[in-house]
């Protein structure tokens, strides 16, 4: 059978950090299971997508959403998709269902490092990474970051019974693949992001160079 498919759609984005990003996703998830492509701005409101899509990963620019009418397209085709029993990871909130299970918050001024809380450890963020905002609504929390002593949701998770799953997280991780085989942080936090919307991804211990993902130049040959 044909691998499910998965969309990363990211209006405004240049196509090189789009194709990074891609990358980025196919080391995380587990190999050979799934078809993971970028769809257009164009071919997402047209092409009949949403019935063979598994998940939908949205990463757009903030110029792109803050139109109104962009928003409202994609706002709309994402609750026909999540309605069908489809999966929605966003990096860019745009509320899909009412009432809106999430809310977002400018994150308070930091006066110190920057943890992020992942079971009973924390990590120091480092600054790339850094969240613009917080997540505050009725949904469970992935992902915490503790600041002044409080801890503060940057991705969290929510799904009912009827719909498919959404989670959406504050935390750019899709930036700079180039630099993860260095930073194995960010692919075990893009990793539990990916599990919560129900895609299996490769193991921990498993480290693959993104220079590897490369596409070669080869031959088949065959007697028929």
Sequence with gaps: MKPPNILLY?????????????????????????????ISTTSFRKDPWIKNTHTVIV????????????????????????????????FNYIPVSEPSPFHVEKLPIISG?????????????????????????NAKSIHEVIVDEKLLNVSMHHSTENTGKLSISTLPLLVGANDTATNPMVCSLLKQLLKSVGLNCCDDDVQVNVNQMQQKIAFLYSNT
Aim: proline share 5%; hydrophobic share 35%.
């Design 10 to 38: 990211s209006p405004g984005k240049r196509h090189e950090v789009s194709d990074g990003a891609i990358k980025l996703l196919q080391l995380c998830l587990a190999k050979h299971s799934y078809t993971l492509y970028p």
């Design 113 to 137: 490092p920057l943890f992020i809380k992942q079971g009973e450890e924390k990590k120091v963020l480092e600054q790339k990474y850094f969240p613009s905002f917080v997540l505050k609504g």
């Design 59 to 90: 990463w757009g620019c903030e110029s792109f959403f803050s139109d109104k009418d962009n928003q409202t397209h994609t706002s709309n085709l994402l609750k026909s998709f999540i309605t069908s029993g489809g999966n929605i990871l966003m």
